[in-house]
C-alpha cells in the first residue's frame, strides 16, 4: 500500500517550485508492484497566452522518454524474436549508413552500444536547422561524417535506433503503435505546454517540442505524449512482469555502465532519483520536465511530470534538484 504520509511529504517540493514560480505546474505519482497508486497535480498546465489547469490527466510530451518507453521495449522485442542481435553492427539493418566511407567508425556502432550511450555520437545536433524535408533529413543523419567523441549520453543513438525501426517495419514511427495510453501528439487543450517556440512561431501544446522529432516528423528519441496514469500503468507492467518479457526486463536492468543499463540509467552519485533509491532502481528524464523511475528492490515506481521549459527553456527552474527530492522523499527522507 502506497502511505498517503509519505505521498504528502513527497509532493511538497513540488508543491513548493509550483507557489515559488519555478515551473507553472506538475503531476507526482507513486505505484506499487500490486497496482495500488497516488496522483496529484498542482499549478498550471498553461500560462501562456491563456491559463489552463493542470489536472492528473494532463497530458504530457515525455520527450526522452520516449527513449525507454517506446524505443527500448521494442528493440528488446526484436532482439527476443532473433530479428537482431545486440551486438551486431547497425549496418546489419541499416546498411546505408555511412555507406560511402566502408572504413567509417559510424558502421562498426552496435544496437547494444546505443542502447548504452556508449558510442562517439555527439550529444545532440541541430538537424532540424538543414531542412523539414523528413526523408532529406533522415538521409543526411545517415550519410553524415559525425566528429568522434567521448561517449555521452546522444538523442542520436536513438535517432539511428528508431530508423532501425522504421526500416524493419516499414512504417515511419509516428505510423506505429505507441501503446496503450500512449500517443504521437495531444489535444492542445488537454495537453501540458511546453516552450514558445523560436522557430515554430506559436506556444506548443499537444505537438512535440524537440526540434529534430519536429522535422523527422517522428523518431526514437522523442516524440511520445501519455498522462500520468498510462506511465504507471507502463511502469507496473516493469514491476509485475506483464508489461514485457522478462528477457527484456532483465536487458533494462543490466548494467551496461557506471551509469547505463540497455536503455534507462542506474543509480549514481548525482542522479535524477535522488541518492536513497536501491540498487535495482532504473530511471530516465526528459528534458521538457518529465521522469520516471523503478524500483524493483522496493516494488515501486514514481513519476514526476511538469512543465518547467513552459514558457521558455531559458531559465533555471531547479529541475535537477526538484527530482532528487522528490526521490529521496518517496524513498523515506
Given at each position: 500500500?502506497?502511505?498517503?504520509?509519505?505521498?504528502?511529504?513527497?509532493?511538497?517540493?513540488?508543491?513548493?517550485?509550483?507557489?515559488?514560480?519555478?515551473?507553472?505546474?506538475?503531476?507526482?505519482?507513486?505505484?506499487?508492484?500490486?497496482?495500488?497508486?497516488?496522483?496529484?497535480?498542482?499549478?498550471?498546465?498553461?500560462?501562456?497566452?491563456?491559463?489552463?489547469?493542470?489536472?492528473?490527466?494532463?497530458?504530457?510530451?515525455?520527450?526522452?522518454?520516449?527513449?525507454?518507453?517506446?524505443?527500448?521495449?521494442?528493440?528488446?522485442?526484436?532482439?527476443?524474436?532473433?530479428?537482431?542481435?545486440?551486438?551486431?553492427?547497425?549496418?546489419?539493418?541499416?546498411?546505408?549508413?555511412?555507406?560511402?566511407?566502408?572504413?567509417?567508425?559510424?558502421?562498426?556502432?552496435?544496437?547494444?552500444?546505443?542502447?548504452?550511450?556508449?558510442?562517439?555520437?555527439?550529444?545532440?545536433?541541430?538537424?532540424?536547422?538543414?531542412?523539414?524535408?523528413?526523408?532529406?533529413?533522415?538521409?543526411?543523419?545517415?550519410?553524415?561524417?559525425?566528429?568522434?567523441?567521448?561517449?555521452?549520453?546522444?538523442?542520436?543513438?536513438?535517432?539511428?535506433?528508431?530508423?532501425?525501426?522504421?526500416?524493419?517495419?516499414?512504417?515511419?514511427?509516428?505510423?506505429?503503435?505507441?501503446?496503450?495510453?500512449?500517443?504521437?501528439?495531444?489535444?492542445?487543450?488537454?495537453?501540458?505546454?511546453?516552450?514558445?517556440?523560436?522557430?515554430?512561431?506559436?506556444?506548443?501544446?499537444?505537438?512535440?517540442?524537440?526540434?529534430?522529432?519536429?522535422?523527422?516528423?517522428?523518431?526514437?528519441?522523442?516524440?511520445?505524449?501519455?498522462?500520468?496514469?498510462s506511465i504507471l500503468d507502463f511502469a507496473q507492467g516493469l514491476l509485475d512482469g506483464t508489461g514485457v518479457s522478462g528477457r527484456s526486463i532483465t536487458l533494462m536492468r543490466e548494467p551496461l555502465s557506471a551509469t547505463r543499463t540497455h536503455g534507462w540509467e542506474r543509480p549514481h552519485e548525482g542522479w535524477s532519483g535522488g541518492g536513497l533509491c536501491s540498487p535495482e532502481t532504473i530511471g530516465h528524464t526528459g528534458f521538457t520536465g518529465t521522469g520516471l523511475w523503478i524500483d524493483f528492490d522496493k516494488g515501486r515506481a514514481?513519476?514526476?511530470?511538469?512543465?518547467?521549459?513552459?514558457?521558455?527553456?531559458?531559465?533555471?527552474?531547479?529541475?535537477?534538484?526538484?527530482?532528487?527530492?522528490?526521490?529521496?522523499?518517496?524513498?523515506?527522507?
Open positions: 500500500m502506497i502511505d498517503r504520509d509519505l505521498f504528502n511529504r513527497a509532493f511538497a517540493p513540488l508543491e513548493a517550485a509550483v507557489n515559488e514560480g519555478r515551473i507553472p505546474g506538475g503531476v507526482l505519482g507513486i505505484v506499487g508492484r500490486d497496482g495500488q497508486r497516488i496522483v496529484q497535480a498542482i499549478g498550471s498546465a498553461q500560462r501562456v497566452p491563456d491559463i489552463r489547469l493542470m489536472h492528473i490527466e494532463t497530458w504530457f510530451d515525455l520527450a526522452s522518454l520516449t527513449k525507454v518507453i517506446f524505443t527500448t521495449p521494442r528493440i528488446l522485442a526484436l532482439v527476443e524474436e532473433g530479428v537482431i542481435d545486440l551486438d551486431a553492427p547497425l549496418i546489419s539493418v541499416l546498411p546505408d549508413l555511412r555507406q560511402y566511407d566502408e572504413k567509417a567508425w559510424e558502421r562498426k556502432v552496435t544496437f547494444r552500444q546505443c542502447l548504452g550511450h556508449q558510442t562517439p555520437f555527439p550529444a545532440v545536433a541541430p538537424i532540424y536547422t538543414y531542412g523539414r524535408d523528413p526523408e532529406l533529413l533522415r538521409a543526411f543523419v545517415l550519410q553524415r561524417e559525425w566528429q568522434a567523441g567521448t561517449p555521452v549520453y546522444s538523442d542520436i543513438n536513438f535517432m539511428l535506433l528508431g530508423f532501425a525501426l522504421e526500416r524493419l517495419s516499414g512504417k515511419t514511427i509516428r505510423d506505429m503503435d505507441p501503446g496503450l495510453g500512449f500517443a504521437f501528439s495531444a489535444e492542445p487543450d488537454a495537453a501540458a505546454a511546453t516552450e514558445d517556440c523560436t522557430w515554430r512561431h506559436r506556444v506548443l501544446s499537444g505537438e512535440v517540442h524537440d526540434d529534430n522529432c519536429s522535422a523527422l516528423q517522428g523518431a526514437g528519441h522523442a516524440g511520445l505524449f501519455g498522462t500520468a496514469a514514481w513519476t514526476l511530470l511538469t512543465n518547467r521549459i513552459h514558457p521558455t527553456r531559458h531559465f533555471n527552474s531547479g529541475i535537477a534538484a526538484l527530482r532528487q527530492s522528490v526521490g529521496d522523499l518517496v524513498n523515506g527522507a
